[in-house]
């Protein structure tokens, strides 16, 4: 009797190549790519109203270690943390009226980085105005500071937005996190940036994640917030809408059914939009109201290569709008530190999907699919931002001139008779001030 072999396996781990990220999108360093496009652009650093001239902050963006102040005038200020005398952290600085001085020796800077004594020098310091400390140029607006960190010939106007104009009595905008310790410089996480920002353009992650597989996460899940049938995640391919792009970026639109007190069921859009380069217009996903004036963006701000830091603004008579935003999200019934870990591993909700990911997911390790599309026309302009700035080009929403406000597109969104496809008319946007 002839002995046979088993047919050998396929399809085991063995022998693969070696995995890796695409760098062009992720790597955010001086002289990356990406880097390099982002640097075009101006970067929320810090709360307004959180900034206080009390003490120096330090924090970290494009892989760069700054420090953000307000100096005793109201000034605020970005420079290198290490101080251009001895490399002394700047954190451990006091600011004074007219800017920050370094602990080791006394060398004081003013907000663009001039040297304006050095105390323990004769003449407090005779070539003191050769010692310039780095920096960039800083604005405010909408209630947070923004940085400009590229080149100084390329520097564009503050951007502005039509829904954060023109606010009606009782209004304000909010824009300090509140979260302890990361109030002033945003919130911290501990992945990369794209992972965040590209989540956006995700929407069949809500019908799987935040309810199939980890139960109504979502508050306001069935009363004032989505219907559970919003959750379907068999039916949801054929209900959304990709790659719609803006002025501005992409977006993306869902329809769903709304029942009425009368019985009746009237068709709805959910719409998010992304502006590049990293902003997200979120409506509110706990208080579900048509056709409302959207009223927050979210900046996601890369930090290094493996983390980032999020500020929003609303538009709001009250902090709850941001709140909501903050902890409109529960898991097992509890907010994410309230958890255990087995209650993380049962209950996942974004951070333990996307984090899981790695400091960097290896995107030569995925398997794109039919509802990944918004994910990869994302990624798509990323590129061509990136590819503008090489060939010299101003990449898409950097332009010369007085800043105009500029039309956030997302919300909710009545769907009238008329209409035959899922793309809501321009009479369906509210805009800023309706």
């Not at 109201?74 to 954190?91: K, M, N």
């Not at 800077?109 to 105390?119: H, I, P, Y």
């Not at 960097?360 to 918004?374: A, C, F, P, R």
Request: net charge negative.
């Amino acid at each position: 009797m002839t002995a046979t072999s088993p047919s050998p396996d396929t399809g085991t781990g063995y022998g693969r190549p070696a995995s890796s990220h695409d760098a062009r999108l992720t790597e955010v360093g001086p002289g990356t790519p990406m880097g390099e496009a982002l640097r075009r652009y101006w970067h929320p650093i810090a709360s307004s109203n959180a900034l206080t001239s009390d003490v120096p902050h330090r924090t970290r963006i494009l892989g760069e270690d700054l420090i953000v102040f307000r100096d005793g005038a109201g000034r605020p200020g970005v420079v290198f943390e290490r101080c251009a005398h001895r490399g002394s952290s700047l954190y451990y600085g006091r600011v004074e009226d007219d800017g920050i001085r370094c602990c080791y020796h006394g060398w004081k800077f003013d907000v663009q980085g001039n040297c304006l004594e050095q105390a323990c020098e004769p003449a407090l310091g005779r070539r003191r105005d050769v010692a310039r400390q780095p920096w960039y140029p800083v604005e405010e607006r909408y209630g947070l500071v923004f940085v400009y960190m590229g080149p100084p010939e390329h520097k564009p106007p503050l951007p502005r937005y039509d829904i954060f104009e023109d606010l009606e009595d009782g209004e304000s905008l909010i824009s300090e996190m509140p979260i302890p310790g990361q109030n002033v410089t945003g919130m911290v996480v501990d992945f990369n940036w794209l992972q965040s920002f590209e989540n956006a353009m995700d929407p069949v992650h809500a019908m799987w994640l935040h309810y199939t597989h980890s139960g109504p996460q979502f508050e306001g899940t069935g009363t004032i917030g989505f219907p559970p049938s919003y959750y379907d995640p068999y039916t949801v391919s054929d209900k959304i809408q990709y790659n719609i792009t803006t002025d501005h970026g992409l977006m993306y639109l869902q329809r769903w059914q709304r029942d009425e007190p009368d019985g009746t069921t009237v068709d709805m859009d959910w719409a998010i939009e992304v502006q590049l380069p990293s902003i997200i217009a979120l409506p509110d996903f706990v208080e579900v109201v048509p056709d409302r004036r959207h009223d927050c963006l979210i900046w996601i701000v890369p930090s290094d290569d493996t983390s980032h830091r999020a500020f929003a603004v609303v538009r709001a008579q009250s902090p709850d709008r941001l709140m909501r935003i903050i902890m409109g999200i529960k898991q097992n019934g509890k907010l994410p530190w309230e958890l255990t870990e087995e209650e993380h591993q049962r209950f996942p909700s974004d951070f333990e999907a996307q984090g899981s990911q790695g400091p960097i997911t290896q995107h030569s390790e995925e398997t794109l699919v039919t509802s990944d599309k918004g994910v990869v026309a994302l990624r798509r302009m990323l590129r061509k931002m990136v590819d503008d700035v090489e060939a010299g080009r101003d990449p898409l929403n950097v332009e010369p001139g007085e800043a105009r406000p500029r039309q956030v597109k997302a919300g909710v969104f009545t769907v009238t008779a008329k209409q035959t496809d899922v793309e809501p008319t321009a009479a369906a946007v509210p805009a800023a001030g309706s």
